[in-house]
């Protein structure tokens, strides 16, 4: 929680927003979806304590209570999470700050092969007509999918929107990577045949750190290989996939 409220503390156009009331404006307080305003109150409270208040530190009970009353699993003290508690939050206080009063049944399109640009538009004014707040503004987005009938070929797309995006962390570490070392002239690969044999050569082995570039790359197999004379750029590197 700690974590993910500093995340957000820190985002600046959303404190603001609260810092200076303007969320009294937008509480919604008959969405079904939403708490009542009682999330967004109890995070502008918190966002004034941390930002206003005279204290060094604070405890964001209020805002843990009145989550937990919703999602249980927030509602002890095992650990979570961040990344969903501040989806679950953001969602809420969405729902919590809707400026839809009563949300329209939207219907789109189910034409095929149109451009994209037309169908994002379709797509996000209808998002638009049932959701509307400062956490669509600031942080709601479109993602693309297609789908393509086997049969028919005909390609169905849609830009759902989304409030976040996983990432996937970038793998660290050395990383073995195993190169197949083809001479471009094979009448001086034949004369060395012998020599090439003893050096197990032309396969090679090598372990590459992380951030390595190809100029690099192409400067260890040299070394490697023992290929005196010849410069990087005289090596080219391709991809030898399996089929």
Not at 25 to 39: A, Q, R, T, V
Not at 53 to 74: E, M, N, V, Y
Not at 113 to 139: C, G, T, Y
Not at 160 to 178: F, I, R
Request: proline letters at 3%.
């Amino acid at each position: 929680m700690n974590s993910g409220l500093q995340c957000l503390s820190n985002t600046m156009d959303l404190t603001k927003y609260f810092l200076y009331n303007c969320h009294k404006e937008d509480i919604n307080k008959d969405n079904p979806l939403g708490m009542s305003g009682k999330l967004a109150k109890a995070y502008a409270n918190l966002l004034q304590e941390l930002w206003r208040g005279k204290d060094g530190r604070t405890a964001p009970w209020d805002l843990k209570k009145t989550l937990g009353s919703r999602i249980s699993r927030f509602s002890g003290f095992g650990q979570q999470d961040s990344a969903e508690l501040v989806n679950y939050l953001l969602d809420l206080m969405h729902e919590d700050l809707n400026r839809v009063k009563k949300k329209p049944y939207v219907e789109l399109s189910e034409e095929l092969n149109r451009p994209d640009e037309i169908v994002a538009k379709e797509f996000w004014d209808a998002h638009l007509a049932r959701n509307q707040s400062i956490i669509v503004d600031l942080m709601h987005g479109q993602h693309k999918s297609t789908v393509t009938c086997l049969t028919c070929k005909k390609i169905a797309t849609t830009f759902d929107a989304y409030l976040s995006v996983v990432v996937p962390l970038t793998k660290s570490g050395d990383t073995e990577l195993e190169w197949n070392f083809v001479p471009y002239d094979m009448h001086i690969y034949n004369e060395k045949e012998e020599e090439w044999q003893q050096r197990e050569m032309p396969v090679l082995k090598c372990m590459m750190k992380t951030g390595t570039t190809i100029f690099d790359a192409k400067t260890l197999l040299i070394q490697k290989l023992k290929l005196d004379g010849v410069a990087p750029e005289d090596l080219v590197f391709c991809d030898q996939s399996k089929g």
